[in-house]
T-cell receptor
């Protein structure tokens, strides 16, 4: 799995958009970008994933650059409950050549949402 | 009710004791996983199971064993616990239906302390 780089920490005001960047400059063509988050010592929670196109769901939006070397997770209206460590993971789709069962969690970005 | 449950949530034991951590899921997923999390090291895969008859070692399986009693149950055992197995343990499940959308759903975790 390709390596990702994320800032160690970020702050955001409650109600504002939180934009979390991730660099994955060595991403391969068959690797997806996944985002998970972990609220203090709880189990990691899936947020969103994408391959090339921008994606949106009820939790967040994922913007992937055209060259796919970086992406941004956007929480449109951050709340205090969004305070967590956010992990950006690049991963070959399971079942594809080179696919793996494991998720490789790096250090992530500690997002603190302030009142 | 939670889709993925783990018992116990906290356990303190002594070196040399046998410990079993249990995981149950109601998501109907065939694939189940055990991870451990240590501070600063992210999550590491211990074992995973594709179905009741298929068990696979992860990256750190030494000192651990597993049992897949049913589709919904996956247990992790420490045959003779040692202090460096003190960690936060997570169970996860995934649906093999569509590989490109493969996401993992985590339980709340078991905090194990080996004295």
């Amino acid at each position: 799995d390709a390596k990702t780089t994320q800032p160690p920490s970020m702050d955001c005001a409650e109600g504002r958009a939180a934009n979390l960047p991730c660099n994955h400059s060595t991403i391969s063509g068959n690797e997806y970008v996944y985002w998970y988050r972990q609220i203090h010592s709880q189990g990691p929670q899936y947020i969103i994933h994408g391959l090339k196109n921008n994606e949106t769901n009820e939790m967040a939006s994922l913007i992937i650059t055209e060259d796919r070397k970086s992406s941004t997770l956007i929480l449109p209206h951050a709340t205090l409950r969004d305070t967590a460590v956010y992990y950006c993971i690049v991963r070959v789709a399971r079942g594809s050549q080179g696919g793996s069962e494991k998720l490789v969690f790096g250090k992530g970005t500690k997002l603190t949402v302030n009142p | 009710d939670a889709d993925v449950t783990q018992t116990p949530r906290n356990r303190i034991t002594k070196t040399g004791k046998r410990i079993m951590l249990e995981c149950s899921q109601t998501k109907g997923h065939d694939r189940m996983y055990w991870y451990r999390q240590d501070p600063g090291l992210g999550l590491r895969l211990i074992y995973y199971s594709f179905d009741v008859k298929d068990i696979n070692k992860g990256e750190i399986s030494d000192g651990y064993s597993v049992s897949r009693q049913a589709q919904a149950k996956f247990s992790l055992s420490l045959e003779s616990a040692i202090p460096n197995q003190t960690a936060l343990y997570f169970c996860a499940t995934s649906d093999p239906g569509v590989p490109s959308t493969d996401t993992q759903y985590f339980g709340p975790g078991t905090r194990l302390t080996v004295l």
